[in-house]
């Protein structure tokens, strides 16, 4: 893995934090990382965020982790 997408891998998971929170007081059936998958494109050096459920995901938590999937970008 890359050290920027290693960092941004990182940065992601400490953002999880405060969202896993938010997705618990859903009471979504699973664990967070059911709905998500990080994938990384070596070509590019890029992450990708798959999220997997959008109908069962609660919207405010698909936001979320979109926003902190941009936001923990190095």
């Known amino acids: 893995m890359k050290t920027d997408t290693k960092k941004w891998k990182?940065?992601?998971n400490q953002e999880l934090v405060h969202i896993q929170i938010q997705?618990?007081?859903?009471?979504?059936?699973?664990?967070?990382?059911?709905?998500?998958?990080?994938?990384?494109?070596r070509k590019a050096g890029m992450l990708i965020l798959n999220i997997s459920a959008h109908n069962e995901l609660p919207k405010q938590i698909e936001e979320e982790l979109i926003d902190a999937f941009n936001k923990s970008k190095p």
Do not use: I, P, V
Request: aromatic share 28%; no cysteine; hydrophobic share 25%.
């Open 10 to 12: 990182e940065n992601f």
């Open 23 to 41: 997705f618990d007081s859903f009471f979504t059936e699973g664990k967070m990382d059911d709905y998500y998958t990080l994938k990384e494109d």
